[in-house]
């Protein structure tokens, strides 16, 4: 239980970094070209504390919820040479996508890590092209069942049962019911060791838990080591690929929607808590697909930041565009209505998700 809040809270916070860095993304640009930065928090307000270095003042507030960068005339009337209106609107672009290019640098960063150590990631059953070293491995240990009377951990590698190489979950499964209330000989790996334990299943277990009270996982490499010198370009590679593939995965997504297909399978709607949760479970996996999992995050982020949604960077994009076309900018009064009714509408969506389905997530996750 405490492992597992430690692990919650790990994802959190790394989920934090990510908004951070995306507002550090608007903050460069924006200081580059010379606007006036009023404020860059971490978390929302009601500010904690704040100390004021040159014109901007760098805060932490209570409700950790992201960052924020406050930039000078962002919303409207003001338009002097220090505020955002008063840039060219190429520059106010770039300064809006600069939050979206820093998910993807942190991206490419994070997968470049990735391809340096390489990474087993989860493939259950099924073999995968290019996948090797495949081993069914120990994700989580019930209190008191006899997994971890017999000493297994999170992390120890099932190598054979009874003498029988273990390739499969479901085959061990089979094995362990079909021996329930015997004895068995479980040959495990544990770092760079290798022994054996006894134990015996059980043949009622409690709901949930299994014949011997573990979850399981079988792990495979799929991302091989590579030179110190060659895993940034896989780092940028393996960005555009997950980016490319996520976008055919979202239009698949609103495809069906629209044709009244419904959601494809394996499409989950998840809010931030949701995210966290998924991230924590991917820590359970290993550092490599912790990293990994989070890579993939920002990139999926990014992507949706840059919807053509009014409060979200990409709706920033449209309201230029049209001042672009329209030679001035939309009405301040109209934007901001239009922003804060969208505003409220996602955060309605996300109350949504988080109590449809985000809480029974985290309840699961913590039991």
């Known amino acids: 239980m405490i492992s597992s809040i430690l692990t919650f809270i790990i994802a959190f916070l790394s989920l934090i970094a990510l908004m951070i860095i995306h507002e550090f993304g ?12 009023d404020e860059f928090g971490i978390g929302y307000p009601p500010r904690i504390f704040g100390k004021k270095i040159g014109e901007t003042i760098y805060s932490i507030n209570l409700l950790p919820l992201g960052a924020f960068v406050k930039i000078y005339g962002e919303e409207g009337g ?19 996508i600069g939050g979206v290019v820093a998910f993807w640098l942190a991206s490419i960063i994070l997968f470049s890590i990735v391809f340096a150590i390489g ?5 259950g059953d099924q073999d995968v092209l290019g996948m090797s070293n495949a081993q069914v491995k120990v994700i989580s240990v019930e209190f008191g069942s006899p997994a971890e009377k017999a000493g297994l951990e999170a992390g120890d590698s ?22 329930a209330g015997q004895q068995i000989d479980l040959k495990i790996k544990r770092g760079d060791k290798i022994f054996d334990v006894f134990l015996a299943p059980r043949a009622n277990p409690s709901a ?11 792990m495979a490499t799929l991302i091989q080591r590579h030179p110190w010198y060659e895993a940034p370009l896989q ?4 960005t555009w690929q ?8 979202l239009y698949t997504v609103f495809s069906n929607i629209f044709t009244g297909k419904g959601v494809p399978a394996g499409a989950e709607l998840a809010g931030p808590l949701g995210i966290t949760v998924f991230l924590a479970n991917a820590a359970s996996y290993g550092a490599g697909f912790f990293l990994y999992f989070i890579g993939v995050v920002s990139v999926f982020v990014a992507i949706f930041n840059l919807f053509p949604i009014p409060a979200l960077d990409g709706g920033k ?13 939309v009405p301040v009064k109209i934007e901001q209505n239009i922003t804060v009714i969208f505003f409220i509408l996602l955060i309605s969506l996300s109350i949504f998700v988080t109590i449809r389905f985000d809480i029974p997530r985290f309840i699961n996750y913590v039991k």
């Open 158 to 179: 099932l190598l054979q049962v009874q003498g029988l190489e273990i390739k499969k979950i479901k085959d061990f499964q089979d094995f362990t019911k079909q021996h």
């Open 78 to 96: 003001v338009d002097d040479y220090r505020s955002f209106m008063g840039l060219k609107i190429w520059k106010r672009v770039l300064i809006i």
């Open 208 to 218: 949930g838990q299994g014949a011997i009270g573990v979850a399981l996982e079988r």
């Open 26 to 37: 608007h903050f460069f640009v924006a200081k580059k070209f010379g606007v006036r930065v």
């Open 317 to 329: 994009l449209i309201f230029l565009a049209i001042e672009k076309i329209m030679k001035k900018p």
């Open 235 to 238: 780092g940028v590679v393996y």
């Open 119 to 123: 990474a087993d990631l989860p493939v």
């Open 242 to 249: 997950t980016t490319a593939s996520g976008l055919v995965g």
